[in-house]
């Protein structure tokens, strides 16, 4: 090997070294990517858009009502879903005549959720659901075609990955905070 191609080497090693170091801690630890699969977000979020996750913020903050957020699946970790946040930890989730009442003793308020994402796709479930101190109760916008925590219960707070933070596809649909509306 000549001079000229060993400098070329060592440099695309040097490069390739940089890049690695640059993009696997982001990768892990910052933002991921996340390709949707199924009915249950729609209209929100169609299947085969890709969307990247934040996996930061939630090391700062706590999630918040109506956040969308990509968790592990609790009867099967290995499985990813993305759903929508409605009850918050040490709230009660009631479900009557189509509504979804929000209750939190510990501050004296009670409310029906306004859910401008559903569209008109609501469901008459009935039910009642206390959630513990690191718990949440999520939600497809797809009501009748979803698998959330009317049916399993309530997502603990270490099976959150992230939220959506960016749609990038198709293109017609870019997005920042995909799927966002103002809480309460």
């Known amino acids: 090997m000549d001079a000229n191609y060993k400098e070329l080497f060592t ?20 933002a ?3 390709i949707v ?12 858009q890709y969307l990247i996750i934040d996996q930061l913020t939630y090391h700062f903050e706590k999630p918040e009502r109506s956040d969308v957020i990509i968790f592990r699946f609790p009867n099967d970790p290995s499985k990813f879903f993305i759903k929508r946040i409605i009850g918050l930890p040490g709230e009660t989730v009631e479900m009557r005549e189509g509504d979804v009442i929000i209750r939190n003793e510990n501050l004296l308020v009670e409310f029906v959720l306004e859910e401008p994402y559903l569209e008109g796709i ?25 698998s959330d925590s009317r049916l399993w219960g309530a997502l603990p707070e270490d099976l959150i990955v992230g939220r959506a933070l960016v749609r990038l596809l198709p ?7 995909p799927g966002s509306v103002a809480t309460e």
């Open 122 to 146: 609501t469901t008459k479930d009935l039910l009642t659901a206390k959630l513990g101190t690191d718990e949440y109760f999520v939600m497809g916008d797809n009501r009748k075609e979803s």
């Open 171 to 177: 293109v017609n649909t870019i997005d920042v905070l």
């Open 32 to 34: 991921q990517p996340f």
């Open 11 to 30: 440099e695309v090693i040097k490069f390739a070294l940089l890049a690695l170091i640059i993009v696997v801690p982001i990768r892990l630890f910052v």
């Open 37 to 48: 699969s199924g009915a249950s977000m729609v209209p929100t979020f169609e299947t085969g």
